[in-house]
Each structure stands twice: as C-alpha cells, then as structure tokens.
C-alpha cells in the first residue's frame, strides 16, 4: 500500500513571494490533516478535512493561507504571502474511516520543508 | 480546548535500559492516543494507536497505556537500542478526531 505523498520536499522562498504545496493521501482515506511543524515543536493542526468538506480549520491564518481538497482526494496548502515566521516543515495526514470512533489512526506523508528568507 | 504535555523533553540513556516516556492530557473525552516517532529531517511514523475503549497496546519491545481517568499516557521501550534514538510524540485526539500534539520527548541511547 502506498503512503501519503507529499511535495516539494524542499522550498526556499523570499518574504512576500507565495508557495504551495500538496498532498495525496492514501487511497480510501477520507480524512487529511494538515500540519505545521515549527522547529522544536509538536505538529500543530492548520486545517482538517473529511472528504471535501472542512471540518476544523480554527487555527488556519486564513489572512495568507489556503487549502482545498478537490473531489475529496488530493490536496493543495498555499501561503500568499509568505512571511519568515512561516518557515516549518509542512506536515500531510490522512486516515481512514470505518466507522463512529473506530479508528482514526494517522498516516503521515515525509513533509516539505519550508525556509522563507 | 485539549493540552498535551509530554515528560521529560529530552531523555539520556545507556543501551540495554528499559525507560518510559510520559504523555499527559486535560480533555479526558479524548478518543485515540496515538504514539510516533520521529527522526531528524523525517516525517512521523505511528508507533502504536490505544482507542478509549482499550487500555493498552503491545508491539515488539513497545507497550503503551492509557489512563483516560487520570489524564495519562505511558510509552514504555523495553531493553532500549541506540537505533531508538529520535523523538517520540504522543497526540491525543477529541471532538471531531482533532489530534492535538505534545512537544514530544529527545530520546537518545548510548552505545
């Protein structure tokens, strides 16, 4: 079975410029996550979908960024514009649901690494 | 709104020990404790899931509990390797499966 893919794995961008990234979870996942990952710190949760729905996106800086999950598969996270304090690793997850409460378990993709100058 | 707090930050052991790593939570309505790892420069690999109905998960040297009374998660490793070496994270997930992280744990094994 495939993992979740992620890419770039590497971006280096100015201050102001945008960036995106994106995301193709396992197959049959209905739910993806995504994470930012500041360096030191745990996973911090920027927005999560079921299907193509958005469930939770409370701490998304919806100012400059974005997400989609068209046709409840792939995904895309953009940041327009980038500031420094963006730099992190970007963190993709998806998990399959088989019921109320039953699983949830996460997968992750090998993340990008972001580096705003 | 959930908190997960993870003891000791970093953690320094010779090879062969056998050592727990601690996981604590404020929302006890919390569904899965899910237990990663993770290595420098890498993404995270799920080590093992305790759903609420469960109270622990074994696999190989790895066994993890999970006290949803008292807010608490244990990872234990049992005769610890050098090839543990990395950080270990626990999240914790609630609502509407909304995972929140620890900070996680520096666990590095001497040779």
């Known amino acids: 079975e495939a993992g979740v893919a992620q890419s770039p794995r590497y971006k280096i961008i100015e201050k102001r410029q945008s960036v995106a990234f994106w995301c193709n979870p396992i197959?049959?996942?209905?739910?993806l996550y995504w994470y930012q990952q500041i360096l030191g710190q745990g996973p911090k949760l920027l927005i999560q979908?079921?299907?193509?729905?958005?469930?939770?996106d409370s701490q998304l800086p919806k100012d400059r960024f974005s997400a989609e999950r068209l046709k409840g598969v792939d995904s895309t996270l953009k940041i327009q514009p980038a500031k420094l304090e963006d730099s992190a690793v970007y963190l993709c997850?998806?998990?399959?649901?088989?019921?109320?409460?039953?699983?949830?378990?996460?997968?992750f993709g090998p993340g990008t690494r972001l580096t705003v100058t | 709104k959930q908190e997960v707090t993870q003891i000791p930050a970093a953690l320094s052991v010779p090879e062969g020990e056998n050592l727990v790593l601690n996981c604590s939570f404020t929302?006890?309505?919390?569904?899965?404790l899910q237990w990663f790892r993770q290595d420098p420069g890498k993404g995270l690999t799920s080590l093992l899931l305790?759903?609420?109905?469960?109270r622990e998960q074994t696999s190989g040297r790895l066994n993890a509990s999970l006290d949803k009374s008292s807010g608490r998660s244990t990872l234990y490793i049992a005769a610890s390797q050098p090839g543990d070496s990395a950080t270990y994270l626990c999240?914790?997930?609630?609502?509407?499966?909304?995972?929140?992280f620890g900070t996680g744990t520096r666990l590095k094994v001497l040779a």
């Open positions: 997850a998806s998990s399959l649901v088989r019921g109320p409460r039953s699983s949830y378990e996460q997968y």
């Open positions: 999240a914790g997930a609630s609502g509407t499966y909304k995972y929140i």
């Open positions: 305790i759903q609420s109905s469960q």
């Open positions: 929302d006890s309505a919390i569904y899965n």
């Open positions: 979908f079921q299907n193509n729905g958005v469930v939770d």
């Open positions: 197959s049959g996942h209905a739910t």
